[in-house]
């Protein structure tokens, strides 16, 4: 059995582990990893860079990390989801998907998935949603509210629940052969700021260090490989930001961007101080926090929706962009290299990658560089040196 993960490890800590644990109990021969890079599903900078957390959930027991593109990395719960399956599809050796979850309720995920993709295929769900649109909600707001009119309550009760479903409805929607395994979720809620002893949320670590500049519910090992690499914080590209919004004059044109935000930017930009306190100010009460985090992301990193259109068309994954692989992972990868549906690239091949990830990779070293006042290698530069953990 070879087992597939959708991560952002931002970072990888105690809870990760449990979860690659878990997999090994599964007998999993290999566990390939779907990460996000330097830009996260929440539309925030990555807390360390995508080779420090690579090597961290390397050493955690993954055996290759593979980098979901930043057009997909920082979009929609549904769109991460489907590029982190086809990723690990089109590697051609995953069999099984594995995600944590509040419910392990495998049969409760494939019948919802299942009457998802019906409801999507009828129409009756865009009905519904379209309903509410007209009615002034936002197409986020409008299709959780439809939703539950159709599926059980639990599924859609958190964040990881919701996660999950969208990986069991792009895997039968595109009758994938893969199958799925849940582990049961545990320690303290997704987006809990507080630590709850060694199994706490990655937004409650990264909290922890901002406020006492100390890793806690992380493995040694781990806490070793973040001593050695430079925290960033989500305010880190707050005057890269502010310029980028001075100087443009229309953003209906980035991904998630509507014509009613656009003026909202550029109405507000004038009390702009930072990214976090920007998204404050910008929200409503049908257009949540995240949600404009992503936007004021896919501006900075000139995502736009003509670009993610194109890139989703094209069947959102076309290369296989690896960060790092162990001792172990190296065993698959001739297998990968013979059956899987892309290319491996060890370093970027600007005739192959997408735009925004070589942007997002300079953006982060550019935020490395000032936080170090030391260069550092880009993604042109960096010697690819994971091999042998």
């Known amino acids: 059995m070879v087992v597939g993960i959708v991560a952002e490890y931002n970072p990888f800590h105690n809870g990760h582990r449990l979860q690659i644990d878990y997999a090994r109990k599964l007998n999993a021969s290999q566990i390939i990893v779907a990460m996000s890079g ?3 599903q929440r539309g925030e900078i990555a807390c360390f860079d995508k080779y420090t957390r690579a090597k961290a959930a390397l050493v955690g027991g ?4 593979f980098e979901i593109p930043t057009i997909f990395a920082t979009a929609s719960a549904r769109e991460f989801a489907a590029a982190g399956v086809r990723l690990l599809y089109n590697t051609g050796v995953v069999d099984t998907i594995l995600f944590s979850a509040e419910s392990n309720d495998k049969d409760m995920f494939i019948a919802s998935a299942k009457k998802l993709v019906e409801l999507e295929s009828s129409g009756e769900l865009d009905e519904h949603i379209n309903s509410l649109v007209s009615e002034g909600k936002s197409y986020a707001f409008a299709r959780a509210a439809a939703l539950k009119n159709y599926l059980p309550e639990e ?9 999950g479903l969208e ?3 792009y895997i039968f929607a595109n009758n994938l052969n893969l199958d799925i395994n849940i582990m049961k979720r545990q320690g303290n809620n997704y987006n ?5 002893g060694q199994l706490s949320s990655a937004s409650a670590i990264r909290q922890h260090y901002k406020i006492h500049h100390e890793y806690d519910a992380v493995s ?3 806490k070793a490989i973040y001593e050695q690499s430079t925290f960033v914080d989500s305010n880190d590209i707050s005057a890269m930001l502010h310029y980028k919004l001075l100087t443009t004059s229309d953003f209906s044109k980035y991904l998630d961007c509507t014509s009613d935000l656009s003026d909202r930017i550029k109405n507000n930009l004038k009390d702009y101080v930072s990214f976090g306190q920007f998204c404050e100010l910008l929200k409503t009460k049908n257009m949540e926090y995240s949600r404009i985090s992503r936007v004021l992301c896919h501006i900075l990193l000139d995502i736009t929706e003509e670009d993610f259109t194109t890139a989703k068309d094209n069947g959102y994954i076309t290369y296989l962009r690896m960060l790092g692989f162990s001792k172990n992972g190296s065993h698959i990868l001739s297998k990968i290299k013979e059956n899987g549906k892309c290319t491996i690239l060890t370093s970027p091949d600007v005739d192959i990658i997408y735009p925004s990830e070589i942007l997002s990779s300079e953006i982060y ?3 490395i560089i000032e936080k170090t006042g030391a260069s550092n290698p880009n993604e042109f530069t960096r010697k690819f040196d994971l091999v042998n953990l």
Do not use: G, K, V
């Open 365 to 367: 070293n550019a935020i």
């Open 62 to 65: 993954a055996d290759i990390i």
């Open 38 to 40: 330097s830009f996260t």
């Open 220 to 222: 040694d090992e781990a």
């Open 192 to 196: 809990d700021l507080s630590l709850s």
């Open 167 to 169: 990986y069991c409805r």
């Open 155 to 163: 599924i859609l009760s958190s964040p990881n629940n919701i996660l």
